[in-house]
């Protein structure tokens, strides 16, 4: 019972950290052709080392994962993305209190309808409303960038253009079995990736061939 080594860490121990110090919210970046994405966010830092190492413990203990940064005497966990934060959400938000449980309850509705809607779609009234919504409860903690989530209207037809298209630039299509998803989401036709893995080998091995097929200087 007193080892404490034993004792498991606590949820309600995390929260109360979370309360103070950490912040649910939601990044605006400006991408190509003026296309604006929202990102939800969770991030806490604090010049408390072992606070940060404690709460990094007890976020991995319940399958969430934990992403270190840091500057300066700062420790921080950031994490970002969809479904990240909707594991974040799910676990965190019956054990917050007050303006960060609603912080975390705006970001979990946003990332729940942002999930059930296909990839890349427009971005609905419903879900600027919770961006906006978020920010107003931030009241500027938090709220990175100086994007308005109204630019967000702006956005729809790039956006359905790009879920429209079928065929990669090449003309292979989009089906299941020949389409990956890159790291921020994009998707990448797998015919091409293939043949680009291939030239670049064979461009390797080309340049080692003649590297040993030249008579090196320093011989003869
Ligand atoms: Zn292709």
Redesign the pocket.
């Known amino acids: 019972m007193d080892d404490q080594q034993e004792r498991p860490l606590s949820l309600d121990w995390a929260a109360g950290l979370i309360v103070g110090e950490g912040c649910f919210g939601f990044t605006l970046q400006r991408k190509k052709h003026n296309v604006v994405r929202v990102t939800p966010v969770f991030s806490i830092g604090m010049k408390d080392q072992e606070a940060i190492d404690t709460l990094d413990r007890i976020l991995k203990e319940h399958d969430l994962p934990v992403y270190r940064t840091g500057y300066g005497e700062m420790h921080t966990i950031q994490v970002s993305g969809l479904k990240r934060l909707k594991r974040y959400t799910d676990v965190l938000h019956p054990a917050l209190v007050g303006q960060k449980k609603e912080a975390c309850r705006i970001v979990g509705l946003f990332v729940g309808r942002r999930l059930a809607r296909p990839y890349n779609s427009p971005y609905s009234d419903e879900e600027i409303e919770l961006v906006k919504a978020s920010r107003l409860n931030n009241a500027g903690k938090g709220s990175r960038g100086k994007l308005s989530p109204d630019l967000l209207r702006e956005n729809p037809v790039f956006a359905e253009h790009q879920t429209a298209k079928t065929h990669?630039?090449?003309?292979?299509e989009y089906s299941p079995d020949?389409v990956a998803f890159s790291n921020t989401g994009a998707r990448r036709?797998i015919?091409?990736d293939r043949a680009s893995k291939q030239r670049h080998y064979e461009r390797r091995r080309e340049s080692s061939e003649t590297l040993r097929s030249t008579p090196s200087l320093n011989e003869g």
């Open positions: 990669c630039p090449q003309g292979h020949n036709c015919i091409c």
